[in-house]
């Protein structure tokens, strides 16, 4: 939201539901508590809408689609062309990332577009005592 809110961008959600039967089982499946207060997809999406409006981004659209997820996200991305992908990385440790695989990563490695990995917030390690703290960066 604030890189959309800064550039003036519109913002596209893509969420990938594996194959079904049925293309509409991926609507239904936005109706399913997803988070640990009980909020669904179709919820979170229309608090994006509202928090977008607030923002002044002009526009946000969700699109559900099928399949296997990363090559259903770059064929998604090669037909609807972005300027940037933002995706998130749960911080697999390397053995759960080579049994599971990483989305940020193979969309890293092949997206047609800039990607911006978004790391969630992980507490911070503790201090090192024989260590001084990092000086703070300039900026460009």
Known sequence: MELGARFGSTITVATVYPESASPSDGHLESLVPIDSEGKTLAQLLDEMQVEARKRGI????????????????????????????????????????????????????????????????FPPPPADPKRPPPRPRAGR
């Open 58 to 121: 002009p526009s946000v659209t969700s699109t559900f689609l099928q399949g296997d997820v990363v090559p259903t996200l770059l064929e998604f991305l090669r037909s609807h062309p972005q300027d940037l992908v933002i995706t998130g990385s749960r911080g697999l440790s390397r053995g759960r990332r080579l049994l599971l695989g990483s989305v940020s990563s193979a969309l890293f490695g092949e997206a047609p577009c800039p990607v911006l990995v978004v790391r969630p917030d």
